[in-house]
């Protein structure tokens, strides 16, 4: 079968969700010809405007708008010893499908790390004597200062239209935002979200254990708001059908409702849909590619020729495209060469639920990231050194989605049936948790590679995927279950249930955790390290940049779209103005 030629771009985009369309959008802009390919359908919200998305079974149940194992599977195993297999089902992470991505479907907590998280490595190194933290662990410093990449946060919460309560503007902390985080050169763009009952009840408690409770930052509008590229975002109205859904109020930021609006109106802009870049084609002497293959929606292969490659999919992807084509040494842990698949992280999750019979919380009335926080429990923060590991945990109570399948029920309520309905009837609205989403650090033997057993449809190999929780992670989980608990006493519910690691549990693939998934092409100053510079730019193939959450080198508590927005802003400014100028490597290696 011949292969398709189209007509040469100056960028070709693999992938459009957050990272493809805020690349597109800023590099079009620069006047450059920009080609987006979507290996999933296009998702405009015509097609989901209401009712549509209010359907619990088909977006919560049965994931309407995330990918499924046979489009991307990966292949799972505990550690190097063992074969791994494929999944057949999605269960720990959501992957999206279509323009859009997992930025579609997200909560929206849309959080900062903080200096310390940026420099992880230093702060290790002088906090932490010799022989406390695991010998295998690896972790390493974001290359960025906190000035250097602050703006980068400001104009994407700008962009998404950002709910809050500022705590640290120009280095004054101020009353009801978090004293913990970096100092801003700007304040919010929109004020908090309204509290549901359950997060004013939490901070309340966590407020007076000393705690310094703050709304969660929501990338929804809680006013409404005109964004830096002209797309409007309209006030939330609390409709509870946010986590898991495309918003039908258009009140939730995403690729849709702050970016492709405007990018579509763009004549030096185009994108395809059902487009599977298989492969980025490099031209002979492995330092520049040319363009990318791919198959269109008919089954035939195309090759798109293109100055500069963008692979902006989700992590998983963007590891094992560039994988598949050659561009960086692939990661080996027994020598500890390469850069390719080190250092992916993941991150856990737990937490209490409280049921108290004389509340109602009305959990229907909610916006996807409606709840209170606190940073205290983090690098840092407090004490863990003497504690014997590293990290933290954002200490939360949050409201997603008020939808009833899922709902949480008192410990020997029935999972199905009439005694189900009965429990549903008698609690439903009548429970609140209070959750932990944590650090997860990276480790010489937790690493992402190609399968040597299982293809997929073209016959080219599968992401494998060797992980496991470890010592630090189960002993961070085990103190934070203390904490949690020493509020939900305070509290004094009429009863609770708990879920948090054990310090002899393993990962399950099958059970939803979060979509965070980081690592894999890392960003750093060292290219024996990692895969990318600052600017996110491929070392070895300069003519290649790679933005998304393959650039962290560890998982912070912070949720990671904050950062990956920030990176490839960041990114498209090095690129409109040198790289576009002086083509070549932006930092010498």
């Known amino acids: 079968m011949s292969v398709i030629e189209k007509k040469e771009v100056d960028?070709?985009?693999?992938?459009?969700?957050?990272?493809?369309?805020?690349?597109?959008?800023?590099?079009?802009?620069?006047?450059?010809?920009?080609?987006?390919?979507?290996?999933?359908?296009?998702?405009?919200?015509?097609?989901?405007?209401?009712?549509?998305?209010?359907?619990?079974?088909?977006?919560?149940?049965?994931?309407?708008?995330?990918?499924?194992?046979?489009?991307?599977a990966v292949t799972f195993r505990y550690n190097s010893k063992e074969v791994a297999v494929p999944t057949r089902k999605w269960g720990a992470f959501l992957p999206g499908s279509g323009v859009g991505g997992s930025g579609l479907h997200w909560t929206a907590v849309l959080l900062r790390p903080t200096p310390t998280d940026l420099k992880l490595k230093t702060y290790a190194d002088e906090a932490y004597k010799p022989g406390i933290l695991q010998e295998n662990m690896r972790i390493y410093d974001f290359p960025y200062e906190w000035d250097e990449i602050e703006p980068y946060y400001t104009k994407f919460e700008k962009?998404?239209?950002?709910?809050?309560?500022?705590?640290?503007?120009?280095?004054?902390?101020?009353?009801?935002?978090?004293?913990?985080?970096?100092?801003?050169?700007?304040?919010?763009?929109?004020?908090?979200?309204?509290?549901?009952?359950?997060?004013?009840?939490?901070?309340?408690?966590?407020?007076?254990?000393?705690?310094?409770?703050?709304?969660?930052?929501?990338?929804?509008?809680?006013?409404?708001?005109?964004?830096?590229?002209?797309?409007?975002?309209?006030?939330?109205?609390?409709?509870?059908?946010?986590?898991?859904?495309?918003?039908?109020?258009?009140?939730?930021?995403?690729?849709?409702?702050?970016?492709?609006?405007?990018?579509?109106?763009?004549?030096?802009?185009?994108?395809?849909?059902?487009?599977?870049?298989?492969k980025v084609l490099l031209h002979d002497d492995k330092k520049t590619a040319k363009g990318v293959l791919y198959v269109d929606e008919n089954g035939d292969e195309c090759f798109q020729p293109?100055?500069?490659?963008?692979?902006?999919?989700?992590?998983?992807?963007?590891?094992?495209?560039?994988?598949?084509?050659?561009?960086?040494?692939?990661?080996?842990?027994?020598?500890?060469?390469?850069?390719?698949?080190?250092?992916?992280?993941?991150?856990?999750?737990?937490?209490?639920?409280?049921?108290?019979?004389?509340?109602?919380?009305?959990?229907?009335?909610?916006?996807?990231?409606?709840?209170?926080?606190?940073?205290?429990?983090?690098?840092?923060?407090?004490?863990?050194?003497?504690?014997?590991?590293?990290?933290?945990?954002?200490?939360?109570?949050?409201?997603?989605?008020?939808?009833?399948?899922?709902?949480?029920?008192?410990?020997?309520?029935?999972?199905?049936?009439?005694?189900?309905?009965?429990?549903?009837?008698?609690?439903?609205?009548?429970?609140?948790k209070l959750s932990i989403t944590t650090t997860c650090m990276s480790y010489r033997d937790v690493y992402l590679d190609l399968d040597p057993n299982y293809t997929d449809k073209y016959g080219l190999p599968l992401l494998r995927m060797t992980f496991n929780w470890q010592k630090n992670e189960l002993k961070l989980q085990q103190y934070l279950k203390k904490v949690v608990n020493n509020i939900a006493d305070e509290m004094k519910p009429d009863s609770r249930t708990q879920g948090y690691l054990s310090m002899d549990d393993n990962f399950d693939i099958t059970e939803y955790v979060s979509t965070h998934n980081v690592g894999g092409a890392v960003a750093g100053d060292d290219p024996k390290t990692s895969a990318l510079n600052k600017y996110l730019q491929s070392w070895d193939v300069h003519n290649v940049f790679v933005p998304g959450g393959n650039a962290f080198p560890q998982n912070f508590q912070a949720n990671p779209t904050n950062t990956i927005g920030a990176m490839t802003l960041l990114s498209a400014q090095a690129i409109k103005d040198h790289y576009i100028q002086n083509p070549g490597p932006l930092v010498q290696a």
């Open 159 to 278: 962009i998404c239209g950002l709910s809050g309560n500022t705590g640290n503007l120009k280095g004054e902390i101020l009353e009801g935002g978090d004293p913990f985080e970096g100092p801003r050169s700007e304040p919010y763009p929109l004020p908090a979200l309204d509290d549901t009952l359950n997060s004013s009840m939490f901070a309340k408690t966590a407020r007076k254990m000393g705690y310094h409770p703050f709304p969660n930052p929501a990338a929804i509008a809680s006013r409404s708001w005109t964004n830096p590229y002209g797309n409007q975002i309209a006030p939330c109205n609390y409709c509870g059908f946010c986590s898991r859904y495309p918003c039908l109020n258009y009140s939730k930021a995403s690729p849709q409702s702050a970016v492709m609006d405007s990018l579509k109106q763009m004549d030096n802009f185009s994108y395809e849909v059902n487009a599977e870049v298989i």
């Open 11 to 72: 960028v070709v985009v693999c992938g459009l969700g957050w990272t493809g369309s805020l690349m597109s959008i800023e590099l079009a802009m620069a006047g450059l010809t920009v080609r987006a390919l979507e290996k999933g359908p296009d998702r405009s919200y015509k097609e989901m405007s209401y009712p549509k998305p209010a359907d619990q079974y088909a977006y919560d149940v049965r994931n309407k708008v995330m990918a499924t194992p046979a489009q991307s």
């Open 306 to 432: 293109a100055k500069i490659v963008v692979i902006s999919g989700f992590q998983l992807y963007n590891v094992r495209l560039m994988l598949l084509s050659g561009i960086g040494q692939p990661y080996d842990p027994v020598t500890e060469t390469g850069t390719v698949g080190r250092n992916y992280a993941f991150l856990s999750h737990g937490g209490t639920r409280l049921f108290f019979k004389d509340k109602n919380f009305n959990p229907f009335a909610t916006a996807g990231a409606s709840g209170q926080m606190f940073n205290d429990i983090s690098p840092g923060n407090y004490d863990a050194p003497s504690l014997g590991f590293i990290g933290g945990a954002k200490i939360h109570s949050s409201q997603a989605s008020g939808a009833p399948i899922g709902t949480g029920l008192p410990a020997g309520t029935p999972k199905w049936g009439m005694g189900w309905k009965e429990g549903m009837e008698e609690w439903y609205g009548h429970s609140m």
